[in-house]
């Protein structure tokens, strides 16, 4: 059984950096992508990052040069590196496995964790 388990969220001032985790069990990195969603209050849910197994990552123009997403197959682990957080950034925060893709689109992931929240103030 899958399970994605979300941690690092919090409360932070514009400008500043937070690190969200993902514990991962049950699940099989190779061949498949992972990535980070988020969802503020009346909107989609949308993808911030995204990895395959081979490494390679992809963004949307929101966050480029700001988010970066890494994973540590040996912990069984994804990570979320926000930097220069904006008060648009807020909303809950959601790991996510099991995309064919290197994909940034939600219905493409199979699993889903519980979220973490982050809220930045401005």
């Known amino acids: 059984q899958v399970q994605l388990v979300e941690s690092g969220g919090g409360s932070v001032q514009a400008g500043g950096s937070l690190r969200l985790s993902c514990a991962v069990s049950?699940?099989?990195?190779?061949?498949?992508?992972m990535g980070w969603f988020r969802q503020a209050p009346g909107k989609e849910r949308e993808g911030v990052a995204a990895?395959?197994?081979?490494?390679?990552?992809r963004y949307p123009y929101s966050v480029k040069g700001r988010f970066t997403i890494s994973q540590d197959n040996a912990k069984n682990s994804l990570y979320l590196q926000m930097n220069n957080l904006k008060p648009e950034d807020t909303a809950m925060y959601y790991c996510?496995?099991?995309?064919?893709?290197?994909?940034?689109?939600?219905?493409?992931?199979?699993?889903w964790g519980q979220g973490t929240q982050v809220t930045v103030s401005s």
């Open positions: 990895i395959d197994s081979d490494g390679s990552k």
């Open positions: 049950g699940y099989t990195y190779s061949t498949y992508s």
């Open positions: 996510a496995a099991g995309s064919r893709w290197l994909s940034l689109h939600r219905t493409e992931y199979n699993y």
